[in-house]
């Protein structure tokens, strides 16, 4: 006999942070959601280390972020890189942006395992029919091609039919859904990476307070991430060129001759042992992972996360990107659900900031790779700067907290007023405790902050300051020229009301 069909509003394809977010917004906002899992939670992920945007903006208009709070993941306050040809390594802090001084100026390094399930389980709690061990292998599509539901295989491997108003493709790099949304999948000219990882225990700590923090060390093939998930546990990857590793293997002895030749993480493993057992006893590989679809959504289907794009691991973007996305799909949906604007309306600016979002991070990356250059090169010399203002410094936290989109939903619309005179203090702060940018590789820094994009972005970050100072209540301008702005609650759209003087 014919499978029963059900019917539900929204159907979620993936249990990741980006299916999570999506899923429990649309439900808090009263509609019926079906997420859809391959996996038994706890599954692995790589990932690890989070933006304070993701923690205190997406995780508390979820209303996860107490749970999160309790889990006792490790504090990152920042991050510490050894970059460019300079041997001197510098910190930089979250403290140091305005958006996040003060209580939001932390994020946390976390075991997906463990940050993944607290998500999903959120997303049941909140109302969404989680159904996990279901793999979806396929799309439903009504005459005129619009997809219009799912098939998937339970775990005693029978197959279901869900019909839904919206599929949300959140299932990941592997996704086969996304080209259902009419756009195709395009790699990256530029980020042409591959990554080899695995974990250690006993590893050392960076002094406090930036114990917590993740170590990016540049050696001569590529750079390696230090990430220290407890005080035994740290997760340890290189990120060297495709070119330069063409036949790679995901062994032991690989790793371990990249760590070889990167002196600071070397010593901070000196003592160190491999996990050889359990999840993260394996040794991993990882490729062809930056990419872009050319279309987000479309044809009744809309893609969040690694599904529609990642860029690359280095500052840590891709949960930012997922969960951001995720808010920013529910806000649309709910939209047009609701019966408020049309889909090409919604869809618009569900799009228009994804991709924003999406291309001054993948500029921003492009330039600190680019810090690589030998030093005598044209390049190099042409954009040097020699003394970074306090402004710039903060924009650049800013941006690497997740905060360059200045949304009140990702930082925390409380403290929207006080923000821009804690930023100022916060900053001298944490300039006097870090020596700030002013070391010789902090002066490298500079030749990134004349990239145009990065420019845009310091602007804005300083508009953005502007507007805080003189209290703008939490009202949003648009983003986007003739876009929409955030509801009262974060959870929809609406049109931008003219403001009188
Ligand atoms: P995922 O977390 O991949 O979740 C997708 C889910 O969908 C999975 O649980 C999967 O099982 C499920 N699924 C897949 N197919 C199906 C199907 N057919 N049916 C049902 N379910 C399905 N990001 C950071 O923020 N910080 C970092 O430090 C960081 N380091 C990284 C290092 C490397 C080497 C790489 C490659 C990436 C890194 N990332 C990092 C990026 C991060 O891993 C991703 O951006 C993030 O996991 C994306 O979340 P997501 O929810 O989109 O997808």
Same mark, same amino acid.
């Given at each position: 006999s014919a499978p029963a069909v059900e019917n539900v509003d929204v159907v979620v394809v993936g249990g990741g942070p980006g299916g999570s977010t999506v899923a429990t917004l649309l439900a808090k906002s009263g509609h019926r959601v079906i997420q859809l899992e391959k996996e038994t939670f706890p599954r692995y992920q790589i990932g690890e280390s989070l933006l304070p945007s993701t923690i205190h903006g997406v995780c508390r208009l979820l209303g996860v972020e107490e749970k999160i709070k309790d889990a006792g993941f490790m504090p990152k306050r920042g991050g510490s890189f050894r970059w460019g040809k300079n041997p001197v390594p510098w910190n930089f802090l979250f403290a140091i942006s305005p958006e996040f001084a003060g209580e939001g100026s932390y994020a946390y390094q976390v075991e997906r395992m463990k940050f993944d399930q607290i998500l999903l389980e959120h997303s049941a709690s909140s109302g969404v029919d989680v159904r996990q061990n279901c793999r979806v292998n396929g799309t439903e599509q009504d005459e005129r091609g619009r997809v219009v539901g799912v098939r998937y295989v339970d775990a005693d491997r029978v197959e279901h039919h869900v019909r839904a108003g919206y599929v949300v493709d959140a299932s990941g790099n592997t996704t086969r859904l996304s080209k259902h949304a009419g756009g195709e999948r395009i790699y990256s000219d530029f980020f042409q990476n591959v990554a080899i990882f695995g974990y250690f225990e006993g590893g050392k700590r960076l002094p406090a307070p930036d114990s917590g923090n993740i170590l990016c060390a540049a050696f001569d093939e590529g750079w390696i991430w230090y990430i220290p998930l407890t005080d035994e546990l740290t997760s340890v990857g290189a990120v060297i060129s495709k070119s330069k590793a063409d036949r790679l293997d995901a062994q032991e002895s690989t790793l371990r001759g990249y760590i070889d030749r990167c002196a600071i993480v070397k010593d901070m493993l000196s003592d160190a042992t491999r996990v050889t057992e359990g999840t993260y006893g394996q040794i991993r590989l990882r490729k062809d992972y930056s990419y872009a679809n050319t279309r987000f959504w479309g044809n009744g289907m809309v893609l969040v996360g690694d599904a529609a794009c990642f860029i690359d691991p280095v500052f840590s973007t891709g949960v930012h990107l997922a969960t951001y996305s995720g808010?920013?799909?529910?806000?649309?949906?709910?939209? /047009?659900?609701? $019966? #408020? @604007?049309? !889909?090409?309306?919604?869809?618009?600016?569900?799009?228009?900031?994804?991709?924003?979002? =999406?291309?001054?991070?993948? !500029?921003?990356?492009?330039?600190? =790779?680019? @810090?690589?250059?030998?030093?005598?090169? =044209?390049?190099?010399?042409?954009? +040097?700067?020699?003394?970074?203002? +306090?402004?710039?410094?903060?924009?650049?936290?800013?941006? /690497?907290?997740?905060?360059?989109?200045?949304?009140?939903?990702?930082?925390?619309?409380?403290?929207? /007023?006080?923000?821009?005179?804690?930023?100022?203090?916060?900053?001298?702060?944490?300039? !006097?405790?870090?020596?700030?940018?002013?070391? $010789?590789?902090?002066?490298?820094? $500079?030749? @990134?902050?004349? #990239?145009?994009?990065? +420019?845009? /972005?310091?602007? !804005? @970050?300083?508009?953005?300051?502007?507007?805080?100072?003189?209290?703008?209540?939490?009202v949003e301008p648009p983003l986007l020229e003739g876009g929409l702005v955030p509801s009262a609650d974060g959870l929809a759209w609406a049109e931008p009301v003219a403001v009188t003087a």
């Amino acid at each position: 006999s014919a499978p029963a069909v059900e019917n539900v509003d929204v159907v979620v394809v993936g249990g990741g942070p980006g299916g999570s977010t999506v899923a429990t917004l649309l439900a808090k906002s009263g509609h019926r959601v079906i997420q859809l899992e391959k996996e038994t939670f706890p599954r692995y992920q790589i990932g690890e280390s989070l933006l304070p945007s993701t923690i205190h903006g997406v995780c508390r208009l979820l209303g996860v972020e107490e749970k999160i709070k309790d889990a006792g993941f490790m504090p990152k306050r920042g991050g510490s890189f050894r970059w460019g040809k300079n041997p001197v390594p510098w910190n930089f802090l979250f403290a140091i942006s305005p958006e996040f001084a003060g209580e939001g100026s932390y994020a946390y390094q976390v075991e997906r395992m463990k940050f993944d399930q607290i998500l999903l389980e959120h997303s049941a709690s909140s109302g969404v029919d989680v159904r996990q061990n279901c793999r979806v292998n396929g799309t439903e599509q009504d005459e005129r091609g619009r997809v219009v539901g799912v098939r998937y295989v339970d775990a005693d491997r029978v197959e279901h039919h869900v019909r839904a108003g919206y599929v949300v493709d959140a299932s990941g790099n592997t996704t086969r859904l996304s080209k259902h949304a009419g756009g195709e999948r395009i790699y990256s000219d530029f980020f042409q990476n591959v990554a080899i990882f695995g974990y250690f225990e006993g590893g050392k700590r960076l002094p406090a307070p930036d114990s917590g923090n993740i170590l990016c060390a540049a050696f001569d093939e590529g750079w390696i991430w230090y990430i220290p998930l407890t005080d035994e546990l740290t997760s340890v990857g290189a990120v060297i060129s495709k070119s330069k590793a063409d036949r790679l293997d995901a062994q032991e002895s690989t790793l371990r001759g990249y760590i070889d030749r990167c002196a600071i993480v070397k010593d901070m493993l000196s003592d160190a042992t491999r996990v050889t057992e359990g999840t993260y006893g394996q040794i991993r590989l990882r490729k062809d992972y930056s990419y872009a679809n050319t279309r987000f959504w479309g044809n009744g289907m809309v893609l969040v996360g690694d599904a529609a794009c990642f860029i690359d691991p280095v500052f840590s973007t891709g949960v930012h990107l997922a969960t951001y996305s995720g808010v920013l799909a529910a806000r649309s949906i709910n939209s /047009v659900l609701s $019966g #408020a @604007m049309s !889909e090409e309306r919604a869809f618009g600016e569900f799009e228009g900031r994804y991709r924003r979002e =999406y291309a001054v991070f993948y !500029e921003f990356l492009s330039a600190f =790779y680019d @810090m690589e250059q030998s030093e005598d090169s =044209y390049f190099w010399k042409a954009r +040097r700067v020699t003394n970074l203002d +306090r402004t710039d410094l903060a924009a650049f936290v800013s941006l /690497v907290a997740g905060g360059y989109s200045g949304e009140d939903v990702l930082t925390d619309p409380d403290q929207i /007023v006080e923000k821009f005179t804690a930023s100022t203090r916060a900053l001298t702060d944490a300039t !006097e405790k870090t020596g700030g940018m002013d070391t $010789g590789s902090g002066q490298r820094m $500079g030749h @990134m902050f004349s #990239a145009p994009v990065v +420019r845009d /972005v310091m602007e !804005e @970050m300083n508009a953005l300051q502007a507007r805080s100072a003189v209290g703008s209540n939490g009202v949003e301008p648009p983003l986007l020229e003739g876009g929409l702005v955030p509801s009262a609650d974060g959870l929809a759209w609406a049109e931008p009301v003219a403001v009188t003087a």
